[in-house]
Structure formats: structure tokens, C-alpha cells
Nanobody, 122 residues
Framework: QAQLLESGGGLVQPGGSLRLSCAAS????????MGWFRQAPGKEREFVTA????????YYADSVKGRFTISRDNAKNTVYLQMNSLKPEDTAVYYC???????????????WGQGTQVTVSS
């Protein structure tokens, strides 16, 4: 059964950092691009970042460009999201996602994780 399991969320002060991890089953990780989305209270889920299967292509929403970094470890079937210079507006539930295909094309993900809460507050 396909599975994505996020970890690493929590409470952090503005300007702080967090690293999210997403462990995926091999069947959905090895051949596909991976990504992160987020959903703030009262808002729609939005794209944050994605990474191609071999990690060469990365894509970011303008709101996080220069602050967030996505990476993947294909030996561990894990994708990471390093978040620096966090702002209160980054507060949201962050979802790991797996796409069908080796590159991110803008299409909706095929698989979703359960989400992990990130709260940026003083």
C-alpha cells in the first residue's frame, strides 16, 4: 500500500528554521517526482515545492523561494523540506505528495501524506 509519512513539524519563532521529512514507500518514491504542499486555516491547499526523481529539477512557489529548500535521498526513500527564515504566514499544515512521472509538470499529485502542522509564532 502506498504510504507517505511526514515528520518534523512543530512550533517555531519567526526567523527560525525547521526541517520536515517524508518517508515514502518504495513503490511510489523511486520512480516519481515528489513535493510539498501546505494549507493554512481558511485557505486552499497550495503548492510549495517539488523535486524531480533524480533531484536535478527543483521548483518553488514565489512565496518560499530563497528560504525553503527541497531535497531527496533516494537510498532512504525520503524527501526533505528545509525551511529557514520562517514567517507567521508560513503557518499551515504541510503535506508531502508524490506525483506520477519523473518530473514535476504542475499536475495534481497522485498520493498525499496525512500532513504535519507547522506553526510560526512568538
Amino acid at each position: 500500500q502506498a504510504q507517505l509519512l511526514e515528520s518534523g513539524g512543530g512550533l517555531v519563532q519567526p526567523g527560525g528554521s525547521l526541517r520536515l521529512s517524508c518517508a515514502a514507500s518504495g513503490s511510489i518514491f523511486s520512480g516519481n517526482a515528489m513535493g510539498w504542499f501546505r494549507q493554512a486555516p481558511g485557505k486552499e491547499r497550495e503548492f510549495v515545492t517539488a523535486i524531480s526523481r533524480v533531484g536535478i529539477g527543483t521548483y518553488y512557489a514565489d512565496s518560499v523561494k530563497g528560504r525553503f529548500t527541497i531535497s531527496r535521498d533516494n537510498a532512504k526513500n525520503t524527501v526533505y523540506l528545509q525551511m529557514n527564515s520562517l514567517k507567521p504566514e508560513d503557518t499551515a499544515v504541510y503535506y508531502c505528495a508524490a506525483f506520477t512521472g519523473i518530473y514535476y509538470t504542475g499536475k495534481r499529485p497522485t498520493y498525499w501524506g496525512q500532513g504535519t502542522q507547522v506553526t510560526v509564532s512568538s
